[in-house]
Nanobody
Framework: QVQLVESGGGLVQAGGSLRLSCAASGPIFSINIMNWWRQAPGKQRELVAG???????SYVESVKGRFTISRDNANNTVYLQMNSLKPEDTAAYYC???????????????WGQGTQVTVSV
């Protein structure tokens, strides 16, 4: 029933911007933390940014000042605004809901399907 659907990925030149969206749907009561992760081929999955229910954010050092995570609690949606993109930002980006409370089950984590971001020179 609960699912996360991501969108907004694509191909962009270095220095450009993209905005990723992830909408959680289904019988959702609340979500504690929402995160964006990324994984490039041959590399470990990396936590890029997170935001809790109070709006407190955190970022990996490599994206500070360039990326902004935000959320719309009323619509259970998390966004990642990515500016000044670099080729090293190229990766599959995944959102996840950490501590999602459903009306019909205990809290658990959910993941989106991923959206590809490719930054060219």
């Amino acid at each position: 029933q609960v699912q996360l659907v991501e969108s907004g990925g694509g191909l962009v030149q270095a220095g450009g911007s993209l905005r990723l969206s992830c909408a959680a749907s289904g019988p959702i009561f609340s979500i504690n933390i929402m995160n964006w992760w990324r994984q490039a081929p041959g590399k470990q999955r990396e936590l890029v940014a997170g935001i809790n229910s109070a709006g407190i954010t955190s970022y990996v050092e490599s994206v500070k000042g360039r990326f902004t995570i935000s959320r719309d609690n009323a619509n259970n949606t998390v966004y990642l605004q990515m500016n000044s993109l670099k080729p090293e930002d190229t990766a599959a980006y995944y959102c996840n809901a950490e501590g999602l409370y459903s009306f019909g089950s205990n809290s658990r984590d959910y993941w989106g399907q991923g959206t590809q971001v490719t930054v060219s020179v």
